[in-house]
């Protein structure tokens, strides 16, 4: 069964206005990817509809959607190089803090705490950047747990 013109220009709306919800959502690759989704949507409603304009509207914005999906992995995949030298940091300052430094490492304990506050504190941004807040926050205290311990040393 055809759909009625107005159903259809019924339907463009509807469609525009979660594309226009999700965009204003839109963090990290999967609402990016979710956005892009919904643009492309509501562009084929809207050409259904006889809104040829709004449905380019529409298919621009899918492509803006997309083209921050590549760049979402390109910083996620950064975050959690980072996330992974960061533990690597962790693992070798508490190591040096119970059972003593490994013969063939140069610093000392406080000296390898910073260096795992630092990496801890960059790998919190590096998630952040990404949109990802619960990994940035438990970096971030693991920064300020290897400052204090640093401070301790």
Do not use: P
């Amino acid at each position: 069964m055809l759909k009625s013109n107005a159903s259809l220009s019924k339907e463009a709306k509807e469609k525009s206005a979660i594309a226009g919800k999700l965009t204003e959502a839109a963090r990290n690759t999967e609402t990016h990817r979710a956005a892009a989704n919904a643009h492309h949507s509501a562009a084929w409603a809207n050409e259904n509809s006889g809104n040829a304009t709004q449905a380019q509207t529409h298919r621009k914005q899918a492509k803006l959607h997309e083209s921050k999906t590549e760049g979402s992995y390109e910083t996620e995949n950064f975050a959690q190089s980072m996330g992974r030298i960061a533990e690597n940091a962790t693992k070798r300052a508490n190591m040096a803090s119970s059972v003593g430094k490994e013969k063939d490492e140069l610093r000392d304990e406080k000296e390898l705490h910073q260096d795992a506050a630092t990496a801890h504190d960059k790998a919190s941004t590096a998630f952040k950047l990404a949109g990802k807040d619960r990994e940035a926050k438990y970096h971030a205290e693991m920064s300020k747990h290897h400052s204090t311990c640093a401070d301790a040393a």
